[in-house]
Structure formats: C-alpha cells, structure tokens
C-alpha cells in the first residue's frame, strides 16, 4: 500500500530561522494536503495542493507539489514561537481516504 | 472550532469494560472518519463513511465497532480492549469523502 514518510521527523530551530519539511510518497498523488496540529491539539486544514509543480503561499509559509507528484514540501521564513506544532502531509489513496504522513515536529526556540 | 465534536474528552477505561465514543459535525458535511493517533505514529485511518455507508474498513480489529446512524453522528464502540489501543482517537468529517478534513479535538483514551 501506499506510504508517505517525512523528514525530519523533529526539527528545533530558532526564532527568525527557516524551516523545511518534506513529504514523500511510495505512489504517485492525485493531490496532497498539509495540516497542522499543535501540541494538545487536533490536526488543523492548512491547504491543497493539485498539480504537478504548483507552488501555493499562505504568508510565511510556501507549499510546494513536485513535479513527479509523489513529493511535496512546506517551507516556514523566519519561524515565530506561533509556528510551534506538528506538520503532517496528507496523500490522497483512491477516492475515499488520505494516507497521513509521519509528520515534523517543530519546536521554536525564543 | 466548535464544526466537530467528540465526548468524552477523556476516557479511562479497564480492558473488560464496554464503552462508546460520540462525535458530532455542525458542517453539514457527508463524510466521517474515525483516526487513531499513538505516540510516535502517524495518522491511522480506521474507518470512512460516505452518507452513512461505511466505504473504508482499515484492517481494524473487531474491537472496534463503528456506528453511522446519520450523516450528522459517528459512534466508535469499544469493547475488551487492549493496553496498546491506547491512543488519541480522532474523529474527522468532510463534505464529501475525499475531500478536506476538520478534526475534532479527540478522545484521549487509556486502556488500563
């Protein structure tokens, strides 16, 4: 079946540094979603992405679908304590389900 | 967020005991899922229903008995569990099956 894994799994950086996180899937994506989920909390909808190469901003945050759509990132400039929680990549599997990634912890250290 | 709720918050419970988790959607939304989380795990899929049709069964233990009775409810039945289904148990609804997730804030449940 399929499986996505992410790199790092923890990543501590200091506040104003950047931050990177990578998603890989074993299968080739219809599309990819990232959530957050901050400690104590629940996953939290950040975005979609659809086609191979498409790049989508939010503020700080650039997500970006590779062009193989079996990979994705999310890059974080100049992370701030708000940033701190765990980000998962979702792979769409079929019509039904998304298959969760590992998931990055970030912590940012004031 | 209130979109998404799940009680109890909190759930101790023996491993002959029988219990149910609730969770309810405000969204209007026709899709529910039922996720576990443990430590140091990804995201488990447990269980899909698309309009009250369960669509997706991941290889869950009998267990664990799943009940849609609208698109509005999801039950998740428990029932002789064992010490390592402890675990925050999730539940997620979308306005189709497939499409975006909003989460609810969990049932964290330990299996003494």
């Known amino acids: 079946g399929q499986q996505v894994m992410q790199i790092p799994q923890y990543q501590h950086v200091q506040e104003g540094e950047d931050f990177t996180t990578y998603c890989n899937s074993s299968?080739?994506?219809?599309?990819i979603q990232w959530y957050k989920q901050r400690p104590g909390g629940h996953p939290v909808f950040l975005i979609q992405?659809?086609?191979?190469?498409e790049v989508k901003k939010q503020k700080r945050l650039t997500f970006q679908f590779g062009e193989a759509k079996k990979n994705s990132s999310l890059h974080i400039t100049a992370t701030q304590t708000t940033d701190v929680g765990t980000y998962f990549c979702?792979?769409?599997?079929?019509?039904?389900?998304?298959?969760f990634g590992t998931g990055t912890r970030l912590k940012v250290l004031a | 967020e209130t979109g998404v709720t799940q009680t109890p918050r909190h759930l101790v419970m023996g491993m002959t005991n029988k219990k149910s988790l609730k969770c309810e959607q405000h969204?209007?939304?026709?899709?529910m899922y039922w996720y576990k989380q443990s430590a140091k795990k990804p995201l488990e899929l447990m269980f899909v229903?698309?309009?009250?049709?369960?669509?997706e069964n991941n290889s869950v233990p009998s267990r664990f008995s799943p009940e849609c009775p609208n698109s509005s409810h999801l039950f998740l039945h428990l029932h002789t569990l064992q010490p390592e289904d402890s675990a925050l148990y999730l539940c997620?609804?979308?306005?189709?099956?497939?499409?975006?997730?909003?989460f609810g804030p969990g049932t964290r449940l330990l299996v003494l």
């Open positions: 997620a609804s979308s306005l189709t099956s497939g499409e975006t997730q909003y």
């Open positions: 299968t080739t994506l219809s599309n």
């Open positions: 992405l659809v086609k191979s190469g």
């Open positions: 979702a792979g769409r599997e079929g019509t039904y389900k998304y298959i």
């Open positions: 969204l209007g939304h026709n899709a």
């Open positions: 229903y698309n309009f009250k049709e369960q669509t």
